[in-house]
């Protein structure tokens, strides 16, 4: 059974950072590219991040370049998403998403965690 488990959510100031993490299990996601995206109320799911397990490339969306940093240890199979400088318009519900490509659109992907709180006061 495949799983996608985030954790590192939290309740901030403007200004903090967060680390979320993303483990993985139940199946191999070497040929796997792993993304972020979040969703605000009211709003449709968008892309944040994504990494290749397999050589680490890695693409940002743009409100987040410079601040957002995505990473993984292949030996704990868990995906990192660094954010720091947060913005109130960063609060939203994180998810990790697994697919074969670093597609920016949700809908193409198969594998889905439950997702975690981050909301930023300003």
């Known amino acids: 059974q495949v799983q996608l488990v985030e954790s590192g959510g939290g309740l901030v100031q403007a200004g903090d950072s967060l680390r979320l993490s993303c483990a993985a299990s139940g199946r191999t996601f070497n040929n796997y590219a792993m993304t972020w995206f979040r969703q605000a109320p009211g709003k449709e799911r968008e892309f944040v991040a994504t990494i290749y397990w397999i050589g680490g490339s890695t693409n940002y969306a743009g409100p987040v370049l410079g601040r957002f940093t995505i990473s993984r240890d292949n030996a704990k199979n868990t995906v990192y998403l660094q954010m720091n400088s947060l913005k109130s318009e960063d609060t939203a519900v994180y998810y990790c998403?697994?697919?074969?490509?670093?597609?920016?659109?949700?809908?193409?992907?198969?594998?889905w965690g439950q997702g975690t709180q981050v909301t930023v006061s300003s």
């Open positions: 998403a697994a697919g074969r490509l670093g597609y920016t659109d949700y809908r193409r992907y198969d594998y």
